[in-house]
């Protein structure tokens, strides 16, 4: 499940030779994969939102039967070729990158501890690194041991790219001061910048179409916050893949508001 993903990752570094063009690239590659998903799923949005006065009247014509009511719904969504669940699988696809993509990029830095020490050493000596029982680097998981990403992670202890280790997470450079943490601080606030800005992409729609309560729009308004703050202890590389991720889903969904909403 994760070689194929870590696979990818590392073709994309065999061909630029950097960590973070390499993540960038593995965000386009998700977005370009999903866009259809978005797509299918906004148009089942807005058809059910314009099935509303319907869904309305069948639930005041049968108020008093939740079977009947159950059934004739049913039955107006297959008329109108509309399967509600598909709204929801953007959010289930969003949910399983994520812990793919945490577990790519944690295994890339992967020192093993505890029980694992053994097998640890076991691979040190098979390598011909001995010395390195005492203080052991890196053994990226996931990855072809002839790959050049292996390679250059191997007995590492950095994941260095543009000035900044990609292993470490704010909340990590945090305890060594708040100089330390300054870069990694920067990072998580672009993210938490482009999270606003994708979440009024979004909301800008309801002038258009309204398809969220207001109640949804006080959670929308909010989330980025939560979001960023999320961040701050995980992995620089994972927010690295969603400061590019953010980006693209931006122009992604200014294109889907361009092309779909305009039309109703």
Known sequence: MFEIPALLLSWFYGITASYTIAIGLMALTVVAITTPLRLSSTRGTLEMQRLQPELRQLQHVYRDDRVRLSEETTKLYQENKIKPAVKYLPVVVQVAVFVVMLRVLRGLTYVPRGSARPIADTVWAAFGRADQ???????????????????????????????????????????????????????????GALYVVLQRTVAARASITPTTSPGQHKVLRYLPFGFAVFQLFFLAALVVYYIAQTLLRIVQQTYITRSLFSEN
Not at 156 to 173: N, P
């Open 133 to 191: 029982v005492a203080d052991p680097g890196f053994i990226p998981r996931y990855l072809a041991v002839d790959s050049s990403l292996y390679e250059s992670l191997f007995a590492k202890r950095e994941v260095m790219s543009f000035g900044i280790d990609l292993s470490r997470s704010a909340a990590q450079e945090l305890a060594d001061g708040i100089g330390a943490a300054w870069p990694y601080l920067w990072l998580v606030g672009v993210l």
